[in-house]
């Protein structure tokens, strides 16, 4: 079984430019999260997509988008980037909607925005 | 205000003390509760889940009070590998947005 694997690690990026993220979820979970983890900070959700929807958005400005895509993996899009949008960017999986509590994350993928 | 607020620390205990972490979250409509550990640099991993009725795992225990929107976290005999961030998490009734709080530093000292 493979756990959930992010993309890329690390990067950097200047104001005003856009990123994409990745995330392969774990093997049989179809509902993928995306958090914003700043220094010192918990995570913060962004948006949930369950089988290629979107299923709950957090407090966060359009500029912020996402994908899911069939094998479930999905993408996080970030346009018109802040100074503020350094962080950590947490992709978590899980098993259906089921609550059950648990998240699967990956490592993270690490913006720096100068 | 925050759904979610927690005394981000640090704690630095000697080995073999036991130490009280504390939460508290302002939506009654809070249904599901948990600690999640992070070690320094690595994703966050689920600990535990937080029951009304008190819930134990070795040497951690959580409890929940619901009439005071208060969640803890008690760690005995403390261990140096102990020594991570513990984020209090809360789920709405309304579904699927996992609620993190700040996070509390732990560090277990030799």
């Known amino acids: 079984e493979t756990g959930v694997t992010q993309s890329p690690t690390h990067l950097i990026k200047t104001r005003g430019q856009q990123v994409t993220l990745r995330c392969s979820s774990q093997?049989?979970?179809?509902?993928v999260s995306w958090y914003q983890q700043a220094l010192g900070q918990g995570p913060q959700f962004i948006f949930q997509y369950y089988r290629e929807e979107e299923n709950g958005r957090g407090n966060f400005p359009p500029r912020f988008s996402g994908l899911q895509f069939p094998n479930y993996s999905s993408e996080l899009n970030v346009n018109a980037l802040e100074l503020d949008d350094s962080a950590l960017y947490l992709c978590a999986s899980s098993l259906s909607l089921a609550n059950t509590g648990e998240l699967f994350f990956g490592e993270g993928s690490r913006l720096t925005v100068l | 205000r925050k759904e979610v607020e927690q005394d981000p620390g640090p704690f630095n205990v000697p080995e073999g003390a036991t130490v009280a972490f504390n939460c508290t979250y302002s939506n009654s409509a809070s249904q599901s509760f948990f600690w999640y550990r992070q070690d320094c640099r690595k994703e966050p991993k689920l600990l535990m889940s937080?029951?009304?009725s008190g819930n134990e795992d070795g040497r951690f225990t959580a409890q929940l009070n619901r009439a005071s929107q208060y969640i803890s976290l008690l760690i005995r005999d403390s261990k140096l590998s102990d020594s991570a961030t513990y984020l209090c998490?809360?789920?709405?009734?309304?579904?699927?947005?996992?609620?993190f709080g700040t996070g509390t530093s732990l560090t277990v000292i030799p």
């Open positions: 998490v809360v789920i709405l009734n309304t579904g699927n947005q996992f609620y």
């Open positions: 093997s049989g979970h179809n509902t």
């Open positions: 937080v029951y009304s």
